[in-house]
């Protein structure tokens, strides 16, 4: 074919580009997930859901509660799981409990690669407890 | 060979179209009503229409403004700033920059009047021009008359500002962080890019409890329900005369001063 | 058709060089600007909007004055505009691209730009500023387009063209009346809160969007040897001419209103122009030399005599250009926050940040109308004659 070479050499580098994590990370360890520091049991042992479902929904929760909080006035929530009651305010509920941002929030948020902007105007807790 | 193209584009965008229908009925899910259960504080002040009357003749001296503003500035983070950038939500002036309509183009003022330090804030009007001109409803009034920001929201586009006749707000030209002295761990800052102003404490409200700079001025500050005819507001305005800033623009002020 | 802007002489290759790296420092300065916050502006809490949003104002104006051509050739048939319209349209999308990139770098947060669309606000005339500049861009792209691709092919364009052509003329007005409108519904600003400010804003866009369309094509006439056609570009100075006259005629209406009524919130902006305010004196010599350029430019475009030689055609287009230029963008949106809300006045001057961003922007518009009218010249001197 006209340019075969050219198309060939293209295709190998394409091919290696897209194959790039996979060889570049062979004989490294398998991904584990990270170790959170989890709130003393003194405080709390469970969370405003479950834990399996904040996993997963922690995000979306947070998104509702700020516009209930901020645009509704509403400012109690009734826990779905526990029926429990509790202020919505990641600064004075989620993190009166979760305490530290950098041993808990970072750890998942780092090793997934997403950076929430929460942190530029809530004020994460002081660390070094 | 054109003809099979153009088949081929149809049936790509019909295969695309039918991909999608999954994961779009699904997002658009989220928008019917389920269950999500929330409601207000139990402590919550409420009110039709939340104003204020300030007594200026109670005010001798800067001395008496600096607990106000400093219970204001250092509850709700905000940073200290120097110069034409600065981030105010809460601060005194003269009656000539106050009172424009009344004042600069008054001769022969009062000595009194004019030599006292006047309060500002936001206006929290009745018909406010900067929640008209906002292109995201960032800013926006509540029901019960407060004019908020909803700094989630906030794009920084500054429309709300050109629209204040009064010169209330205040924009975040950079991180605000380093200027704060001490936080607040019961309440955010703001981040660069976003526009503040006073918000009549509706977070205090929500708790039972006044604003700051009302708490902090024993009694020189009148709050209440301006619909409520025996509210303390309502009673301060009825038994003394007040002006309000620039009222022949039609916005409504909520902030009465008693001269 | 794009392929047309891929052949070119060296000038070309070095003016399109040039742009780009002027792109590359505007981009630069914007990174740390983003970096930073709006902090490296001299906008301030009192004057909180400034040099970007002067040329959004100015560049909307330029973007409208596309109808200016469109009108007599599509709605009227003077066919002597044939070679010209495409021109205006082109040169329409570069000005709105420009507008939008204005607007983004004013934004104190760009990325969150979508709450525009996440969350329409019928009430905000900045929603409809939006709105209608897109909508604009798009309508200029599709007959463009489309118009360019018949005319390449030799057959008249199809039929479906015509709606939109009709359309697109109340956007072009619409555009720069909801601009005006961002200024003339403030309550506020006096120097902002009259009734002709649209009126204002249309005259002003009409002499200076086609002044600096007539400017464009005679520098095309000169580096490709393409020909626009004299006739047309008489009645396009004779359109300039009127526009430009009605232009300042509405500013003196202001004056007056201003001036005689005697209120002061009327005059403290015109004030800080022309002779300063509080010591502030900042605009004064920008502005006069806006004023004499301005009356300088009426006078050598009047008489028909003067108007066609063409040296002075292009000088008195030149001045024309920088008297609207001053007025409606420092002018108009700086002397209306300058005199703040508390009867103080707070200077701006705009940053070297700013300057060189809004530089990198004006070479990205540049470089659109460059590669769009390489193409509509090259498309045009092909075409099969009809």
């Known amino acids: 074919m006209h340019d075969g070479g050219k198309i060939l050499a293209g295709l190998i580098v394409f091919l290696g580009l897209m194959t790039f994590p996979f060889w570049y990370n062979v004989g490294s360890a398998a991904y584990k997930s990270p170790e959170l520091q989890l709130p003393p049991k003194s405080k709390a042992t469970k969370c405003v859901e479950s834990a399996e479902w904040m996993k997963g929904e922690h995000m979306q929760l947070l998104d509702h509660w700020r516009d209930y909080v901020v645009r509704d006035g509403n400012r109690v929530y009734t826990s779905r ?42 004020i994460a807790p002081k660390e070094g407890k | 060979m054109k003809q099979t193209r153009r088949n081929f584009l149809k049936m790509a965008g019909a295969a695309a179209a039918a991909a999608a229908v999954a994961p779009a009925s699904k997002a658009l899910a989220s928008y019917l009503p389920h269950y999500i259960h929330v409601e207000p504080n139990h402590d919550a002040l409420q009110a039709k229409r939340w104003g204020m009357v300030i007594d200026t003749r ?88 407060i004019v908020i920001m909803d700094m989630h929201r906030c794009i920084g586009c500054r429309f709300c500002m050109a629209a204040c006749p009064y010169g209330s707000r205040s924009f975040n030209f950079q991180d605000p962080r380093p200027f704060i002295a001490e936080q607040n761990t019961k309440y955010p800052t703001r981040m660069k890019g976003v526009v503040e102003k006073c918000n009549f404490c509706a977070e205090r409200l929500a708790e039972g409890l006044m604003p700051a700079c009302v708490e902090a001025s024993n009694g020189k500050l009148v709050f209440g329900d301006l619909e409520d005819p025996d509210s303390d507001v309502r009673h301060a305005l009825a038994e003394n005369f007040t002006i309000r800033r620039k009222p022949e623009l039609g916005t409504g002020p909520s902030v009465f001063y008693i001269i | 058709m794009l392929e047309k802007a891929l052949h070119g002489n060296k000038a070309y290759w070095t003016w399109i060089a040039f742009l780009l790296l002027l792109m590359g420092i505007g981009a630069a300065f914007y990174v740390n600007q983003f970096n930073k916050g709006l902090v490296v502006t001299d906008m301030s809490r009192d004057v909180s909007w400034g040099f970007y949003i002067a040329q959004l104002t100015y560049l909307v104006g330029v973007a409208a004055s596309g109808v200016m051509l469109v009108m007599p050739y599509y709605l ?83 039929k479906w063209v015509m709606p939109l052509v009709y359309l697109s003329v109340p956007f072009a007005f619409s555009i720069h009346t909801v ?204 075409a099969p004659a009809h």
């Open chain 3, 76 to 158: 009227h048939h003077y066919k002597k505009f044939g070679n010209m319209v495409i021109f205006g349209e082109f040169m329409a999308i570069g000005a709105i691209v420009m507008c939008l990139l204005f607007v983004v770098v004013d934004l104190g947060q760009p990325l969150r730009m979508l709450n525009l669309v996440l969350h329409p606000t019928p009430n905000s005339v900045l929603f409809w500023d939006a709105c209608v500049l897109n909508g604009y861009m798009f309508l200029n792209l599709v007959i463009g387009w489309t118009t360019l691709e018949a005319e390449k092919k030799g057959i008249p364009y199809p």
């Open chain 2, 58 to 145: 109670k005010f001798h001296g800067h001395e008496d403004f600096k607990p106000l503003i400093e219970a204001c500035h250092k509850y709700h983070n905000v940073p200290d700033i120097s110069g034409k950038k600065e981030i105010k939500w809460l601060w005194t002036d003269h009656f000539h920059a106050v009172f424009p309509s009344a004042g600069t183009h008054m001769e022969y003022l009062s000595h009194d009047v004019e030599e006292r330090e006047y309060l500002l804030m936001c206006n929290q009007c009745k018909n406010p021009p900067c929640v008209r001109v906002c292109p995201t409803k960032a800013t926006y009034q509540r029901e019960d008359g």
């Open chain 1, 81 to 122: 799981e526990y029926g429990s009651h509790f202020e919505m305010s990641l600064q004075k509920t989620c993190m009166e409990c979760h305490e530290t941002k950098e041993k808990f929030c970072d750890r998942c948020h780092n090793a997934a690669a997403v950076d929430p902007y929460c942190w530029d105007c809530h």
């Open chain 3, 179 to 382: 601009t005006a409108f961002l200024y003339a519904g403030i309550p506020g600003r006096h120097y902002w809160l009259t009734t002709i400010m649209a009126a204002r804003f249309l005259a002003s866009a009409f002499c200076s969007g086609p002044a600096i369309l007539l400017l464009l094509m005679l520098i095309v006439e000169k580096v490709s040897k393409f020909k626009f056609g004299e006739e047309a570009i008489q009645n396009l100075s004779r359109i300039i001419t009127y526009a430009m006259c009605i232009n300042v005629f509405f500013f003196g209406l202001e004056l007056f209103t201003g001036f005689y009524s005697g209120i002061p919130g009327h005059q403290h902006s015109i004030q800080y122009l022309f002779v300063g305010l509080e010591g502030h004196t900042e605009l004064v010599g920008a502005f006069w030399a806006a004023a004499v350029m301005a009356f300088l430019s009426i006078a050598l475009l009047v008489p028909p005599k003067l108007r066609k030689i063409r040296p002075v055609l292009i000088f008195a287009l030149i001045i024309l250009v920088a008297a609207t230029w001053i007025d409606k963008g420092m002018g108009l949106v700086v002397a209306g926050f300058v005199p703040n809300m508390f009867e103080g006045v707070t200077p701006y001057m705009p940053t070297a940040s700013e300057l060189l961003i809004s530089l990198g922007i004006y070479a990205l518009g540049a470089f659109i109308v460059t590669v769009l009218w390489k193409i509509g010249v090259t498309i045009k001197r092909e």
